[in-house]
C-alpha cells in the first residue's frame, strides 16, 4: 500500500511546485509592470510629443528659404498658403505686457499658492496669511520671470511666441494642437513653424530664478528642473485654455489679448 501511495504522492507535490512557481513568476511579473509602468508611460508620452513636432510643423508651415535645413519646417506642406500677419513689435509688446501683469498670471498665482498652502510646500514658510503670501509671491514671480524670459529670447530669435488657434475641428485635434504647440513659434514673413527653444528654457528660467533667489536654502537645481517640468505643464494647460475660452470672438479675453481671435491652419481631420 505504501508503495503504491508514494508515487502518487510525489506526483501532487511535483504539480504542487509547478503552480507555486507560476504564481510567483505572475507575481513578478505584475511587481516589475508596477514599478516600470509609470516609467515606460512617461517615455511613450514624451517620444508622441517630439513625434508630433515634425506633424504639425510639416501640415501647417511653408518651406523656410531663410532656416531650410530646420527639421521642423519639414519636406510637407499644405495644398495652400496658410494666412499669416506678422504681428508688430509693439502688438507683440502689448501681448507680453498682458501675459505677464495680466490678470490671468495673478489668478494662476493665486491658485497655485493655494495648492502649495494646503500642502505646506515649502513648509519653512509655515501657514497663515504670512505664509499664502509668501507663496503666491513666489508663483507670481516664476510666471513673470518666465514670461519675460520668453519673450526676450523669442525677440533674440526672431520669433512670434503668440498662440494662434487651430482651424481644424472637433475636441480632440484641437486638444492635441494645444499641446504639442507649446514648444513651437513661427519664424519668418510667412509665419513657418520651428521648435522654440525659448519656450522650452523659459519654464525653467523661472523656476531656478526662485530656488537660487527666494526658496529656501535646501532647495537644489534638481528641485528647480521639477519645478519646470510643472511650468511646463501649466503652460500647456494655458495653450487649452486659450484654445477653447478664447473661442468666441466678442469674449472679453479675445478682446484683451491681442485685440483680435488668431488662428492657424489646422491639423487632423477638418470634417
Given at each position: 500500500m505504501?508503495?503504491?501511495?508514494?508515487?502518487?504522492?510525489?506526483?501532487?507535490?511535483?504539480?504542487?511546485?509547478?503552480?507555486v512557481?507560476?504564481?510567483?513568476?505572475?507575481?513578478?511579473?505584475?511587481?516589475?509592470?508596477?514599478?516600470n509602468?509609470?516609467?515606460?508611460?512617461?517615455?511613450?508620452?514624451?517620444?508622441?510629443?517630439?513625434?508630433?513636432?515634425?506633424?504639425?510643423?510639416?501640415?501647417?508651415?511653408l518651406p523656410?528659404?531663410?532656416?531650410?535645413?530646420?527639421t521642423?519646417?519639414?519636406?510637407?506642406?499644405?495644398?495652400s498658403?496658410?494666412?499669416?500677419?506678422?504681428p508688430?513689435?509693439?502688438?507683440?509688446?502689448r501681448?507680453?505686457?498682458?501675459?505677464?501683469?495680466?490678470?490671468?498670471?495673478?489668478?494662476?498665482?493665486g491658485?497655485a499658492?493655494?495648492?502649495s498652502?494646503a500642502?505646506?510646500?515649502?513648509?519653512?514658510?509655515?501657514?497663515?496669511?504670512?505664509g499664502?503670501?509668501?507663496?503666491?509671491?513666489?508663483?507670481?514671480?516664476?510666471?513673470?520671470?518666465?514670461?519675460?524670459?520668453?519673450?526676450?529670447?523669442?525677440?533674440?530669435?526672431?520669433?512670434?511666441?503668440?498662440?494662434?488657434?487651430?482651424?481644424?475641428?472637433?475636441?480632440?485635434p484641437?486638444?492635441?494642437y494645444a499641446a504639442?504647440?507649446?514648444?513651437?513659434?513661427?519664424?519668418?514673413?510667412?509665419?513657418?513653424?520651428?521648435?522654440?527653444?525659448?519656450?522650452?528654457?523659459?519654464?525653467?528660467?523661472g523656476?531656478?530664478?526662485?530656488?537660487?533667489?527666494?526658496?529656501?536654502?535646501?532647495?537644489?537645481?534638481?528641485?528647480?528642473?521639477?519645478?519646470?517640468?510643472?511650468?511646463?505643464?501649466?503652460h500647456?494647460?494655458?495653450?487649452?485654455a486659450?484654445?477653447?475660452?478664447?473661442?468666441?470672438a466678442h469674449?472679453?479675453?479675445?478682446?484683451?489679448?491681442?485685440?483680435k481671435?488668431?488662428s492657424?491652419?489646422g491639423?487632423?481631420p477638418?470634417?
Open positions: 505504501t508503495l503504491a501511495i508514494h508515487p502518487r504522492m510525489c506526483q501532487q507535490i511535483r504539480k504542487h511546485r509547478v503552480e512557481a507560476a504564481c510567483h513568476g505572475i507575481r513578478s511579473t505584475r511587481f516589475a509592470f508596477g514599478t509602468v509609470h516609467r515606460k508611460t512617461l517615455f511613450l508620452l514624451t517620444l508622441a510629443l517630439l513625434a508630433g513636432f515634425p506633424l504639425i510643423a510639416g501640415s501647417q508651415a523656410s528659404t531663410e532656416d531650410s535645413s530646420s521642423l519646417a519639414g519636406a510637407l506642406s499644405v495644398g498658403k496658410p494666412v499669416y500677419s506678422r508688430t513689435e509693439k502688438a507683440k509688446f501681448n507680453y505686457v498682458f501675459d505677464a501683469f495680466g490678470p490671468i498670471p495673478f489668478v494662476s498665482a491658485f499658492a493655494g495648492i498652502q500642502t505646506n510646500t515649502p513648509p519653512e514658510w509655515h501657514q497663515g496669511a504670512e499664502y503670501g509668501k507663496r503666491f509671491g513666489s508663483d507670481l514671480g516664476i510666471a513673470m520671470v518666465s514670461t519675460t524670459t520668453r519673450y526676450a529670447l523669442s525677440e533674440a530669435f526672431k520669433e512670434d511666441a503668440l498662440y494662434y488657434r487651430c482651424e481644424c475641428r472637433g475636441a480632440f484641437r486638444l492635441r504639442l504647440t507649446t514648444l513651437i513659434a513661427r519664424r519668418g514673413q510667412d509665419g513657418h513653424r520651428v521648435f522654440s527653444v525659448p519656450a522650452l528654457i523659459a519654464p525653467y528660467a523656476s531656478m530664478t526662485a530656488v537660487y533667489g527666494w526658496y529656501p536654502d535646501r532647495y537644489t537645481a534638481k528641485d528647480g528642473f521639477r519645478m519646470g517640468n510643472y511650468s511646463l505643464l501649466a500647456v494647460g494655458g495653450n487649452i486659450r484654445e477653447f475660452l478664447y473661442s468666441e469674449s472679453l479675453l479675445s478682446r484683451m489679448h491681442f485685440g481671435s488668431r492657424s491652419p491639423v487632423g477638418t470634417e
